[in-house]
């Protein structure tokens, strides 16, 4: 019997094979996306480059490239009109929040990454519907999320036994 790929709430059928090194990144970006107190450029930029958006610029270039290479359904996003609706709801609420700031770049700025982190996030998801390995491809980022998180929390309680052990220096944030 025929194996049903398709994910009815997306609407396309899952049918690309990806490249492994495209799943492992997909794999470290979703153990990684609460990931915010890490900067990888050690507090050189103006901002904080979090796993998060280090693997999605890597993660977008490599599903644009698969989808040159290999057939599948366009680049149209394939979601609910809900999502749009949501999306217009966060910006109108937003926008009013960035005019009124103190700080109008601070505001500015994050109001940006927060719709790239949006935008990116639908596109990503609406390519991994495709995949068809998906259901393991999620279930080992999460599994790979839980370990990290569990190690960076027995990380945090030794920290706070032994006083200050911060070998992280400027790229790990733990003083929130």
Known sequence: MPKNNNLSIW???????????TKLILIVWI??????????AGGNLSFSLSPFLFFTLILLFSLVLTGFQKPFY???LHFDKNILYIY???????IPSVILSNDFTLSLKRFFLLNFEFISILFILNRLT???DRNKIILSGAVLGLLIYIAFSIFEEVRWISGNLNIFGKY???DI
Not at 31 to 38: F, N, T, V, W
């Open 31 to 40: 153990a990684l996306l609460g990931a915010d107190r890490i900067d990888l």
């Open 74 to 76: 366009g680049y149209a």
């Open 88 to 94: 217009g709801f966060l910006v109108v609420t937003i």
């Open 172 to 174: 790990l944030k733990l």
């Open 130 to 132: 495709e995949f068809t």
């Open 11 to 21: 609407g396309a059928p899952a049918q690309i094979n990806t490249h492994w090194l």
